[in-house]
């Protein structure tokens, strides 16, 4: 009976004392929705990463690198065990651990676009000596970055002497991809509206063209004076992807 227990206790004692801390290495890429990987043309992406458990940040940084391969994200058939982000922007991040950790993993994307950035999680278990590397942990970012470009902010105009303004919006992917008549981010099958609030109150929705590529503008008539708030959406009907961003400006008599 002694020798049982003494087996055991010593059994016991090895493995506590036996585990080695090891170095492990995880990847964070980010993916914009229906288009390529957010890097450092698009600011990157901002990347937290936590200890599940007690929310402590590890590590935080921005995904680095270029979009990726056009031919190999958008054009070739994806099958099992495939990599898709070699030479994309990725976030690394090396821990040294000696016993399985759960990781919380946040993006905030793409960083340098405050209006059009929004934000993922997910969780994964991180075990010592086991790299995740390759493609790593790769973040759907949804959306279409929109920036509005006319009117300005908060900017006036009169009924009596400006009649009508044009509209104009810059758009682009979330990766920063360019939006053209027919390209691969083809215009003509993305909806894009205006829908003009005034004074709080919806008056109606417009649709909005491209101009050049990634511009869309309409010609708005001044009609009612008060403060103009106009949401300008995007959504691709065969992705799901949407975005939405706004403009306010003044109208008076």
Not at 7 to 27: M, N, R, V
């Amino acid at each position: 009976m002694k020798n049982i227990l003494l087996t055991a206790l010593l059994f016991i004692c090895f493995s506590s004392f036996g585990q080695e801390a090891k170095d492990t290495k995880i990847i964070v890429r980010t993916k914009a929705k229906d288009a390529k990987f957010i890097g450092t043309s698009m600011g990157g992406s901002l990347i937290l990463i936590r200890d599940a458990q007690t929310d402590e940040i590890l590590a935080k940084g921005l995904t680095e690198g270029g979009t990726g391969n056009t031919d190999l994200i958008m054009n070739t058939p994806i099958e099992r065990y495939n990599n898709i982000g070699e030479g994309a922007a990725k976030f690394e991040f090396t821990i040294n651990i000696a016993k399985p950790k759960l990781l919380t993993i946040e993006a905030y994307a793409p960083a340098n676009q405050k209006n059009s950035s929004v934000f993922a999680q997910t969780q994964v278990w991180l075990i010592p000596g086991k790299d995740i590397d390759g493609d790593g942990i790769i973040l759907e970012i949804p959306g279409f970055v929109i920036e509005g470009l006319y009117p300005q902010t908060h900017q006036g105009f009169s009924i009596e002497n400006d009649k009508a303004i044009e509209l104009k919006a810059n758009m682009v992917m979330m990766c920063g991809c360019t939006i053209s008549d027919g390209g691969l981010w083809d215009s003509n099958e993305i909806e894009v509206e205006a829908l003009i609030y005034v004074n709080g109150e919806y008056w109606k929705t417009i649709d909005m063209s491209l101009s050049t590529t990634n511009t869309f503008t309409a010609n708005l008539n001044l009609e009612k004076t008060g403060s103009h708030e106009v949401i300008i959406t995007a959504y691709h009907s065969k992705s799901k992807n949407t975005g939405a961003n706004q403009i306010n400006f003044r109208v008076s008599n």
